[in-house]
């Protein structure tokens, strides 16, 4: 009994966050302008409003940088700041790791550190860097919501004006995400912007989410990432690129789709106006897409191969012409584009019916790794789109496509293709007995391997060679067949008994480009719609400005 | 290698306190016939990547980070202000001393091209002999290791890696088992040497040998100096160190273009250029241009 007034006397505070974020702001008064932090005062700032120990989201995706922000941050005193926990989708510059370097942070939780992933490497070993866990996109976007609520979120945006409204145009991304982590837990909410205005073209995150802001010295950094030139697109792509169309996207009716970043996928897209249009295939596949604004999907676009696309993200140099086309990109009423990373990510994840990427491993049984040993790379958002997600009931003719039984519980299938060559550059075989991933674990000590794409999700694999039909198989050993059929003369395809071809072709298992009529003589790079960015440029009625390293003219 | 520097007053001074310390002309350590022996290789090294930095730093040009590879250290470590030129002569002559009489026969090294390291790793490991030892040691590039050791054993290596696909495998010129074990002792003596000499903290920061980190700490690099050549050189990773902590633009020091040629395949998206292919005026001039930008 007398425990228990004792603990009904002390009155518990339900408002510790909330006094805490007073506490912060108060300390600030003096030096901030409303809710404006003034540029050159913004260090100062960060110490007061950060405090050791805090969970920090900062803004770093692949595409936009909260680099105002990231750079002021490396500037504090590790006297003030010490031991915050960075938590960032994308570790991307010099200065993200240079904060664990100078001591101000201590442990990291990401998503995706290729740009940074030797450093991050060495840091590791070296303790200077303690390791919560590596994620894929949505995966790290929904802990924030869980375990790993910001204290404190550092994003970017376009234009702000002196209410906190901020404008973010075509580079959304992942800042509402962010923002509403730190914001509706009391949290601190600092947005950098590139300039501070009367009146926003369109409100993307409502004021009263945000605390400060402050003008950056120069616009964020921003990637033009997913800009493929297609000179460098090879006769092997575009003969896997009309494979693809041929023997999985007709044959499965895929209608809906994401794409990768790679040269194969920027061929696909080029191939649809040309050999695509001759199969008779326009309105029938590839009609709505996940998808960045691909410069590479003009041809198809301009060609009425296109009912909708949802971005990640903008595409530096794709803003005009997107906005010119609202029919078919998510637009505003300003008429500039509205991404959404996290929200791409769920219908690539969900609504789709076909992943399509790359990787630099693949082992017999189809897992896929893109780690290199000594590195490390991280996920990004491949493996939230390159799975068969369970909680999906929605059917299509392609996911129904993929049911291999006649169960009366059968359901269909995401389909998850992989496009590789059978070696990489520097003669290195893509499939391998075992994958460097599982040495990277041993070597880092992380709890799994860093596989990319699990190979019971993968049901397709394409090589220079042919096409696996791994869904069809039924057993691990038919699985292991299909593969090394089509593993050329690596390791993996070396074991393979060529007599095996026949009766796998017979079965459907696999296929040869013959096979699909398709001719390895007709693949050329005459095929491309376009076959340079400049001729991308013409398509898109000059509306297409890329940027400077992409100009050859 | 020192032909290809400008006739400016910083690089006869780095000449002249050469021949000071040499009691001799540099340049006789420069003639064909004298760069047969490692010690006179290495002077010319030192002296041309130093006369080269500091006629950069006369005309305005400051890097952000140093790089050297393996003797090229030494260069580094001046250029980032952490051991005098003439320190770094004494050390150097030092070290080719040494590693002359280590192994005077029967050793060298050898380059193999195509393969990565975990193969390589695998066939030494197979092929190895205590009578005839062979190490991996410099990465150079992820396909370009090479290969340090007695002839014999790195002679079987080569012929292995070459019917397991490697592209190219071959010795090179070179009679000094460098960056293995077997220099250990050069190692052990060079560190007692280089604690007689002052170190200063570095004014910019040197990518090492050895780790492959960005060191700032003058200990530090003395022991990278000292005991780099007695291990691998992780010349691909310090290189993508320096690209990782932002470098857009490397500029390869005489003699020579090996070193920017693996950096212009490792990262196609900078700029790379060598004083001995594109000459000083125009590495003055896109380093000027390049700084401008940032």
């Not at chain 2, 500091?54 to 003797?71: I, L, T, Y």
């Not at chain 2, 410099?138 to 079987?156: C, E, M, R, V």
């Amino acid at each position: 009994m007398e425990t228990m007034e004792q603990a009904v006397n002390q009155k518990r505070s339900w408002t510790t966050r909330l006094d805490a974020k007073k506490k912060r702001i108060d300390s600030v008064k003096g030096l901030v302008n409303g809710r404006v932090i003034p540029t050159d005062r913004i260090v100062e700032a960060l110490e007061k409003l950060i405090r050791p120990g805090d969970r920090v989201v900062l803004e770093g995706n692949n595409q936009k940088q909260a680099s105002f922000l990231s750079g002021a941050l490396a500037q504090t005193s590790p006297k003030n700041l010490f031991d915050l926990h960075m938590i960032m989708s994308s570790l991307s510059r010099p200065e993200h790791l240079d904060l664990f370097e100078r001591g101000i942070a201590n442990k990291v939780d990401f998503a995706y550190a290729g740009p940074q992933s030797l450093r991050i490497a060495q840091m590791l070993e070296d303790g200077k860097l303690t390791m919560g866990e590596i994620h894929t996109y949505v995966e790290l976007y929904g802990r924030l919501f869980v375990d790993l609520i910001p204290s404190v979120a550092l994003v970017a945006a376009d234009k702000a004006d002196r209410q906190g409204n901020l404008y973010t145009g075509p580079n959304t991304e992942e800042t509402p995400t962010l923002v509403e982590a730190a914001a509706f837990r009391d949290g601190i909410v600092i947005a950098q912007v590139n300039e501070l205005a009367d009146e926003l073209p369109r409100v993307d995150i409502p004021g009263s989410w945000i605390d400060y802001i402050v003008v950056a010295d120069e616009p964020y950094e921003l990637e033009p990432l997913f800009t493929r030139d297609p000179r460098h697109i090879t006769d092997i792509q575009i003969l896997q690129a009309m494979m693809v169309i041929r023997g999985i996207y007709e044959k499965h009716e895929v209608q809906s789709l994401n794409h990768g970043i790679g040269y194969n996928t920027a061929a696909i897209e080029l191939l649809l106006p040309t050999y695509g249009e001759s199969l008779g295939l326009k309105g029938k596949i590839c009609k709505h897409w996940a998808l960045n604004p691909h410069p590479t999907l003009i041809p198809a676009i301009e060609s009425g191969w296109v009912d909708s696309v949802h971005c990640f993200g903008g595409e530096v140099g794709m803003e005009k012409y997107v906005a010119a086309r609202r029919d078919v990109f998510f637009t505003g009423r300003d008429g500039s584009l509205r991404s959404n990373r996290t929200l791409c990510q769920m219908a690539g994840q969900y609504a789709v019916d076909l992943f399509i990427g790359s990787t630099l491993q693949m082992d017999r049984d189809g897992n896929s790794s893109t780690v290199t040993r000594g590195r490390l790379a991280g996920y990004g958002g491949a493996p939230n789109m390159g799975h068969n997600p369970g909680g999906r009931r929605h059917s299509t003719p392609a996911w129904l496509n993929m049911m291999s039984s006649n169960d009366s519980l059968a359901r269909g299938k995401k389909l998850v293709v992989q496009v590789v060559e059978t070696f990489q550059a520097g003669n290195k075989p893509v499939f391998v007995e075992s994958l460097d991933a599982v040495d990277a674990k041993k070597d880092t000590g992380l709890a799994t391997a860093p596989v990319m794409i699990y190979g019971d999700d993968v049901t397709h694999i394409v090589t220079e060679e042919g096409i696996a039909y791994l869904y069809k198989t039924d057993s691990m050993e038919k699985r292991r067949e299909a593969v090394a059929a089509v593993a050329g003369v690596t390791p993996v395809g070396l074991g393979h008994d060529s007599k095996k071809t026949e009766s796998l072709r017979r079965e459907g298992m696999i296929a040869l480009p013959e096979d699909l009529n398709i001719r390895r003589t007709d693949a050329k790079r005459s095929l491309l719609a376009a076959k340079s960015v400049e001729e991308i440029v013409q398509w898109s009625d000059g509306l297409y400005e890329p940027p400077a390293k992409f100009r050859s003219w | 290698m020192l032909n290809d520097l400008p006739a400016d007053d910083p690089v006869q001074t780095v000449v002249a306190s050469a021949n000071s310390i040499l009691n001799e002309s540099v340049y006789k350590h420069h003639a064909k016939e004298a760069l047969h022996s490692t010690k006179s290789v290495q002077i010319s090294l030192l002296t041309a990547g130093v006369g080269a930095f500091k006629a950069f730093e006369a005309a305005g040009v400051n890097p952000d980070f140093v790089a050297g590879h393996s003797v090229g250290a030494f260069s580094a470590a001046v250029a980032a202000g952490v051991i005098d030129y003439q320190d770094a002569l004494k050390a150097v002559l030092f070290r080719g001393e040494l590693m002359e009489r280590a192994y005077p026969h029967g050793y060298g090294m050898g380059v193999v091209l195509g393969m990565d390291e975990n193969m390589l790793k695998t066939i030494v490991r197979k092929h190895y002999e205590e009578t005839n030892p062979v190490f991996i040691s410099n990465k150079n590039a992820p396909d370009q290791i090479t290969l340090s050791g007695a002839l014999p054993g790195i002679q079987k290596i080569l012929d292995a890696a070459r019917q397991n696909g490697a592209r190219c495998a071959s010795f090179l010129k070179v009679s000094t088992p460098s960056h293995c074990p077997l220099l250990s002792s050069v190692s052990e003596e060079l560190s007692e040497m280089l604690r007689d000499i002052p170190f200063y903290r570095p004014l910019i920061p040197y990518a090492g040998n050895r780790g492959a980190r960005l060191l700032f700490d003058p200990v530090d690099i003395r022991q990278d100096l000292a005991e780099s050549v007695s291990s691998a050189v992780q010349w691909h990773d310090a290189s993508t160190v320096l690209y990782e902590n932002g470098t857009r633009l490397f500029v390869e020091m005489p003699p020579g273009n090996v070193l920017s040629r693996l950096a212009t395949k490792a990262f196609p998206e900078t700029r790379v250029f060598s004083v001995a292919e594109n000459g000083f005026d125009d590495c003055v001039f896109i380093a000027k241009r390049e700084r401008s930008k940032s």
